[in-house]
Nanobody, 116 residues
Framework: QVQLGESGGGLVQAGSSLRLSCAASGRTFRSMGWFRQAPGKEREFVAGINWSGGGNTYYSDSVKGRFTISRGNAKNTVYLQMNSLKPEDTAVYYC??????????WGQGTQVTVSS
């Protein structure tokens, strides 16, 4: 059974930093990443990393330069370092994992709230 568990969310002030963690289990994944969903908005891609090909990383324009996705030493572990947080980063952040071209599995989400 595939399981994804996120941690690290919380309430911070604008300009602060947070690091989200995700550990996945149950099978071997080709890629992992993060999506987020703000109140009243659609879920959006935040960042992704491929295990193959040298660990290529991908970011949405809204977080590029502020967020960094990385893999942990443990298998199927990924982090999202979020710096210079803005109120518009407030959302539920979901860890995702994929075995093919798409992300097939989703975590339950962790709340990130940035106050102004």
């Amino acid at each position: 059974q595939v399981q994804l568990g996120e941690s690290g969310g919380g309430l911070v002030q604008a300009g602060s930093s947070l690091r989200l963690s995700c550990a996945a289990s149950g099978r071997t994944f080709r890629s992992m990443g993060w999506f987020r969903q703000a109140p009243g908005k659609e879920r959006e891609f935040v960042a992704g990393i491929n295990w193959s090909g040298g660990g290529n990383t991908y970011y949405s324009d809204s977080v590029k330069g502020r967020f960094t996705i990385s893999r942990g030493n443990a298998k199927n572990t990924v982090y999202l370092q979020m710096n210079s947080l803005k109120p518009e980063d407030t959302a539920v952040y979901y860890c995702v994992a994929g075995v093919g071209r798409n992300y097939d599995y989703w975590g339950q989400g962790t709340q990130v709230t940035v106050s102004s």
